[in-house]
């Protein structure tokens, strides 16, 4: 039995690297546009750095990572990036050069998941983290960045939707409003939500299993302090006249949200119709050893864009090779290659024979490649010092040095 990749991963075969290069470009020029800056992390870390940011009590950190290590040193795979980037400003103390720093990264990402369609467990995130502000702007900016990227590769069946989950302040009375709510139908919950209630009862508004009990409770929005509800209120107007909507059903997974938390979601995706999600983080930098500043940030899953882009039938046409060498007979073959080789040092792109195919089987090849060009090497021209250029488009033909081909080829006509 010839071997399989394992449940949950996805090999990028050549014809869909296109469309991965596509996004991974548009997310360095829309991002860079905003002024981030591309930053690489490890894909693992020591694992108590998850438990300390991401959280203990999140489903990431409890069941879905990657650990490995001996007694002394335990590692996990990153599920997601943040937490390294907060390490990364943290331990090269960054802020002791600039106090605000605009981050994005593009990176593999692992979770112990069942897979299923759009749940991998290797997958892609690309994600940015603005840290050093706590103005509301910075959320508005992060939203429209977000927006403005599946914007420019085409997604337009998204909806942006926005809450705010409170602060130290204002959280403590109303995970107390929540747990009190929720107790007394505790029963009626799953088994996960009941193993919550006493230890993070906030997850329980995360819980889709329970949605028909947790659709009554008292929506966090409602319960938030006034310097809560005046920062929503100033991101709201930031954001005026992009698409998007409050929904107080909205409470993030993880543990290291403040105020604002936001999600896209789309429907070409199916169950799993998150495109991505983020939200600000006042604390986690201070948690993490850094200064007590604020933080704002989003993660959106790579291979779910790509599934909206293949649901809106987005194709990339392969590019086209500047030209293909075929060679008449086996002794021309050395100078075939010798020519190719000229040919690409001089910037040109294209490809010849190494399977000692017939000239016919040669310029099928050449046709199916799309070269505009095509360059016969054969006895007659060898004796000239020359080669023959055939032009794919109209099918002229001209004989050539070697230098006058590559200045034809460099000109784009032939
Ligand atoms: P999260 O921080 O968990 O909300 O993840 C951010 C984004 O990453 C999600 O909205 C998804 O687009 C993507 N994502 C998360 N987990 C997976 C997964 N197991 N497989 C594929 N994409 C994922």
């Known amino acids: 039995m010839p071997f399989q990749a394992p449940p949950g991963t996805e090999d990028v075969l050549p014809e869909r690297v296109p469309l991965w290069l596509r996004v991974e470009e548009a997310v360095r020029r829309v991002f860079g546009a905003y002024g981030y800056e591309e930053v690489r992390a490890p894909v693992f870390e020591y694992t108590q750095l998850f438990h300390k940011s991401t959280g203990e009590v999140t489903d990431i950190v409890e069941k879905e990572m990657y650990t490995f290590g001996d007694a002394e040193e335990s590692f996990s795979l990153r599920p997601e990036l943040t937490p390294s980037i907060a390490r990364i400003l943290v331990e090269h103390s960054l802020f ?39 103005d509301p702007a910075l959320d508005a900016e992060t939203i429209l960045m977000f927006q403005h990227l599946l914007r420019d590769l085409g997604v337009t069946r998204y909806e942006a939707r926005i809450n705010s989950i409170g602060c130290p302040e204002c959280r ?4 107390e409003l929540l747990r009190k709510a929720i107790e007394p139908e505790i029963a009626r919950y799953c088994e996960n939500c009941r193993r919550r209630l006493g230890r993070n009862v906030f997850r329980i508004l995360d819980c889709k299993a329970c949605v028909a009990l947790t659709e009554k ?24 006249g992009a698409p998007y909507k409050v929904d107080p059903r909205i409470v993030r997974g993880l543990d290291y949200y403040t105020r604002t938390v936001y999600e896209f979601r789309s429907d070409l995706l199916g169950a799993q119709d998150a495109i991505g999600g983020g939200g600000r983080y006042d604390t986690l930098i201070r948690d993490m050893g ?29 590019s086209r090779p500047d030209f293909y060498v075929v060679a008449v007979d086996g002794s021309c073959r050395p100078e075939a290659f010798r020519v190719a080789n000229s040919l690409r040092g001089a910037g040109l792109a294209g490809d010849l024979d190494f399977e000692g195919r017939s000239l016919k089987a040669q310029f099928r090849t050449a046709n199916k490649s799309g070269a505009r060009t095509v360059l016969v090497v054969g006895p007659d021209e060898m004796a000239r010092g020359k080669v023959k250029l055939k032009n794919m488009q109209d099918g002229t033909e001209r004989e050539a040095s070697l230098d006058e081909a590559r200045a034809i080829l460099k000109g784009g006509t032939t």
Do not use: M
């Open 172 to 175: 403590p009375a109303y995970r």
């Open 290 to 318: 850094g200064p007590d500043v604020g933080a704002v940030g989003f993660a959106a899953g790579v291979e779910r864009i790509l599934l909206c882009l293949d649901a809106a039938g987005a194709k990339i046409d392969a």
């Open 217 to 240: 409770l008292p929506p966090v929005i409602e319960h938030t302090c006034a310097k809560c509800k005046e920062h929503l209120a100033a991101v709201e107007k930031a954001l005026a």
């Open 96 to 134: 002791a050069k600039r106090n605000f720093w605009k981050l994005f990264y593009i990176g593999a990402a692992f979770r112990k998941e069942r897979p299923q369609k759009g749940r991998l467990r290797q997958f892609h995130q690309l994600g940015v983290e603005a840290v050093g502000s706590a």
